[in-house]
């Protein structure tokens, strides 16, 4: 039987995460720092942040292990999204409050060690069987008549945190680092798309809903096909987006793994500037200085010098440090260089002679190929600066509840959402904006008849509307 590894929800939602003694120190000089700006954005949750008792206010304290300041894992992950989407910069008094980069990465690390704790094999559950009577709504009173459809409403909200989570499963699958193990596997090919919806088919499903109010003939298992699609492409769109830096979020946390699986020589990230980083030998430093033209003589213990020593353990030391002090106007040059180009891409070298490349990840993705791969069906780029919020509002409507007119109703919005962003649409249904043209205005077409409606069936399209 095949495995897949899953987390645990329920031991999730009774971790704890710890906050760094470094951070909690923090926390308590803004605290002492900002006592005078109690109504600023952020005072409130400093001031919670520096409580031990924090957990008090949930009811968890009884989940805490120790007498350290702890945060549960549902708080910890609804800061991060807080800090993540708001300005991250000195100017923003309410980021730098409540500890800024230094409280964002501990909860993101404490998030990253609470989830891989809690890790379990799992067997894959078998693939549903759907058959007709899966595709009926239930009852429910006072349909809408328009035409011959009875078209049925359903009251209430969906569980968001649940949407949430699956939706997360398939950002796992298709984030940023499958984005990069797929360009690894063949550098020189763009991005595939497929299978994508096939429109004729789409149009059918579309034209049986409008004139019947149920899928009643049309293969539900396809719709649910076309869901998949959405998910999929839509992730991977987005983790495009993260990586070629036109978001607010940085990358970095969902590759560094993958980065220390490919690259044996690199040793981590800087988040705060970007920062991918390198340990390089002195001959790759040279051929790096070489690219941009600096040249400088390295080495400067020659013959002749041990009068400058008062003994052996000085000579043997200044042997020791020779790579460090003969290398470091040669970085400095090259540091200067790229400030001046008002670029981070740095090298760092310790006494021991050991070298640290660190550059900066757009820069090293453009240089390997990876954003010229980022092309859409119709020859597009793959990622979208504003057409994604929208999208992702309208997709975690979805769950794994749905009925298939269900189903289709948030599919039609969803690619009504990428129809207006025509650049995105090809990722999604065949032809792309063109055939939701032809779609639109097929559908439109059959839909041109007089509609009665009673004061009920108004009140319920009103209740539709709302959510």
């Not at 803004?30 to 005078?36: E, S």
Request: net charge neutral; hydrophobic share 30%; proline share 5%.
């Amino acid at each position: 039987m095949p495995l897949y590894i899953q987390e645990d929800s329920k031991k999730l939602n009774k971790r704890q995460i710890t906050l760094p003694d470094d951070v909690t120190n923090k926390l308590q000089r803004n605290a002492n720092l900002y006592a005078k700006d109690k109504t600023s954005n952020g005072y409130k949750r400093l001031k919670a942040l520096t409580d031990k008792d924090y957990n008090k206010r949930s009811n968890k304290k009884d989940l805490q292990h120790n007498d350290k300041t702890t945060v549960s894992f549902g708080d910890a992950r609804r800061i991060v999204s807080d800090l993540e989407n708001m300005p991250q910069t000195p100017n923003n008094k309410e980021f730098e409050m409540v500890g800024g980069y230094d409280t964002l990465y501990a909860l993101k690390n404490g998030l990253k060690q609470a989830r891989n704790s809690v890790k379990q094999v799992m067997p894959v559950p078998p693939v549903p069987k759907l058959d007709k009577s899966a595709a009926k709504l239930g009852d429910i009173p006072k349909p809408i008549k328009m035409g011959n459809a009875n078209i049925t409403i359903k009251e209430g909200y969906d569980d968001y945190e649940g949407n949430y989570d699956f939706l997360s499963d398939y950002y796992d699958k298709y984030g940023p680092e499958y984005v990069l193990r797929t360009f690894f596997e063949n550098p020189n090919q763009k991005q595939t798309w497929g299978p994508l919806i096939n429109p004729s088919e789409y149009k059918a499903a579309l034209t049986e809903f409008t004139k019947f109010g149920a899928i009643e003939r049309f293969p539900v298992n396809k719709i649910y096909q076309w869901m998949g699609i959405i998910l999929r492409n839509s992730c991977r769109i987005n983790a495009n987006t993260l990586l070629i830096g036109h978001s607010e979020q940085s990358p970095l946390y969902y590759i560094e793994d993958f980065m220390s699986e490919k690259y044996p020589n690199f040793i981590g990230v800087d988040e705060r500037r970007a920062l991918l980083k390198f340990k390089i030998t002195e001959k790759e430093f040279v051929e790096l200085c070489k690219k941009i033209n600096i040249t400088e003589s390295v080495g400067v213990h020659s013959d002749g010098q041990m009068d400058l020593f008062m003994n052996q353990d000085e000579v043997d030391e200044y042997d020791r440090k020779q790579p460090y002090i003969g290398l470091m106007p040669l970085i400095n040059k090259f540091n200067e260089y790229h400030k001046k180009n008002y670029s981070d891409e740095c090298v760092t070298i310790n006494e021991n002679g050991e070298i640290t490349h660190c550059i900066e990840y757009i820069d090293f993705f453009d240089n390997l190929g990876l954003y010229d791969t980022m092309e859409l069906p119709d020859g597009s780029g793959a990622f979208s600066d504003y057409g994604l919020e929208p999208l992702f509002r309208v997709i975690m409507e979805y769950n794994d509840n749905k009925t298939p007119e269900e189903t289709l109703v948030i599919i039609n919005k969803a690619l009504d959402v990428y129809h207006r962003r025509g650049d995105l649409a090809s990722a999604f249904i065949e032809g792309g904006s063109k055939s939701l043209t032809w779609i639109s205005e097929s559908i439109h077409k059959l839909g041109k008849r007089t509609i009665y409606l009673t004061e009920n069936q108004i009140l319920n399209l009103k209740l539709l509307k709302k959510h």
